[in-house]
């Protein structure tokens, strides 16, 4: 069965602070997509990025790198030099393709606060 | 172009009562999913609609449904509120089935 784990619930930083959020997946198809969300206390998740299964390229977008490795089902996310706008819940989710449903499942969340 | 868009932002109900809630996706878009997303259960996927078509549901009651208009735009329907319905329903919308979700606001129901 699917599931996305993010073991840390809550995470406090010092501004400037590099932070790694972790994100294990379980599934049995081959061909699947994981996500990253950001949900300030608005409440709208906010997209950061995409990695389709067959892409194991790590991405650097600024502040925000991840790390996707298939071989620990890990994907990963860094924020370097941490801002206290980076404040928010971040989210994990697995989306398969093969089985044909390509509904999202989401991790619990991590809840990130960066103080000044 | 303009986001995901809910409506209401808000709404209070009593027990027993139904309400409708509405989404209108990108524009261009033409799937649309829903999620109910709550401190103890998280997020949690409720169905999606793809050319007013309902393509995949998730767990619940069928106190939970839902359409998709032809432009699109779709609402969903909880019947016979209870006090555990209370939650903030995201509404997200894709170009295709395979591609990202983009999220609204959601809508804040508050069942008392």
């Known amino acids: 069965a699917q599931k996305v784990t993010q073991a840390q619930t809550e995470i406090s930083v010092v501004e400037k602070e590099d932070v790694t959020l972790d994100c294990v997946y379980e599934t049995r198809d081959t061909t699947y997509y994981l996500f990253w969300y950001k949900q300030p206390p608005s409440g709208e998740l906010v997209f950061l990025i995409r990695r389709n299964s067959f892409d194991e390229q790590n991405e650097i977008s600024g502040r925000y790198s991840w790390n996707f490795q298939k071989s620990t089902s890990s994907f990963n996310f860094t924020i370097t030099a941490s801002q206290v706008v980076d404040s928010a819940v971040y989210f994990c989710a697995l989306s398969e393709a093969t089985s044909g449903t390509y509904k999202y499942i989401f991790g619990t969340g991590t809840r990130l606060k960066v103080l000044a | 172009k303009a986001g995901v868009t809910q409506t209401p932002r808000y709404l209070i109900k009593t027990r027993g009562q139904q309400v409708t809630l509405s989404c209108s996706p990108i524009s261009g878009h033409r799937s649309v999913s829903w999620y109910q997303q709550t401190p103890g259960q998280g997020l949690q996927f409720l169905f999606e609609?793809?050319?007013?078509?309902?393509?995949n549901k998730g767990n619940f009651p069928g106190r939970f449904s839902g359409r998709q208009f032809s432009n699109s735009r779709s609402e969903m329907n909880v019947s016979t509120l209870e006090l555990g319905d209370s939650a903030l329903y995201l509404c997200a919308s894709s170009s295709g089935r395979r591609e990202t979700q983009y999220f609204g606001p959601g809508t804040r129901l508050l069942v008392l």
């Open positions: 609609y793809f050319s007013e078509t309902q393509r």
